[in-house]
């Protein structure tokens, strides 16, 4: 596509239930990143995917999130068990490669009730 | 000291103004910069990329200091629709770090 696509725009859910979220990078760019933002607040570093080579997890802020990517494609993020401090925009972004200015999607604006 | 540190702001400004923002980073290793704006509730979008020789593009102008560690962004003749918050981003390893952000308010 045109740019980095992320569904649902837009997710209202009841606490303890889970959700999974989906970006759908740019055609072609191998490196994805996952990032969160709390309303005022800056970007929060969450996992980053590079072609094949293993994620890095390194910001997940809990066990209870995860993500998976399969190859270069799409990518979908998972909140277990969802609390009220999840509630942010989750934002996703790609690029050509590693050292590339990268694009973002629009994000997907959690809330968790 | 955080990885990426910006001027805290906010920067209200007139029309036609001047404006200069800084970032400092930790990483010496560091070897990609860039500069984002983000508008009020939207997605951060590329401005421009920072390189060792600095870089200008139209009103806007990049230079980077890797002795002192710190980036900077000046905006000539700045405009309402330069009103933003704008977001210093430097890679960490393989990461890339966001700053906070400084939000610029150009006022009519």
């Known amino acids: 596509g045109a740019g980095v696509s992320q569904s649902p725009s837009n997710k209202v859910t009841e606490k303890g239930k889970d959700v999974e979220l989906r970006c759908d990078p740019i055609?072609?760019?191998?490196?994805l990143y996952w990032y969160r933002q709390r309303l005022g607040q800056g970007l929060e570093f969450l996992i980053y995917?590079?072609?094949?080579?293993?994620?890095?997890k390194s910001g997940l802020p809990s066990d209870r999130f995860s993500a998976e990517r399969t190859g270069e494609s799409v990518s979908t993020l998972t909140i277990q068990r969802t609390q009220q401090e999840d509630s942010a925009v989750y934002l996703c972004?790609?690029?050509?490669?590693?050292?590339?200015?990268?694009?973002f999607g629009s994000g997907t604006r959690l809330t968790v009730v | 000291r955080k990885e990426v540190e910006q001027d805290p702001g906010p920067f209200n400004v007139p029309e036609g103004a001047t404006v200069a923002f800084n970032c400092t980073y930790s990483?010496?290793?560091?070897?990609?910069f860039f500069w984002y704006r983000q508008d009020c509730r939207k997605e951060p979008k590329l401005l421009m990329s920072?390189?060792?020789s600095g870089n200008e593009d139209g009103r806007f102008t990049a230079q980077l200091n890797r002795a002192s560690q710190y980036i900077s962004l000046l905006i000539r003749d700045s405009k309402l629709s330069d009103s933003a918050t704008y977001l210093c981003?430097?890679?960490?390893?393989?990461?890339?770090?966001f700053g906070p952000g400084t939000r610029l308010s150009v006022l009519p």
């Open positions: 981003v430097v890679n960490i390893g393989q990461n890339f770090v």
């Open positions: 055609s072609g760019h191998t490196a």
């Open positions: 972004a790609s690029s050509l490669e590693v050292g590339y200015g990268y694009t």
């Open positions: 990483n010496s290793a560091s070897q990609s």
């Open positions: 920072v390189y060792s």
């Open positions: 995917f590079q072609g094949n080579s293993a994620p890095d």
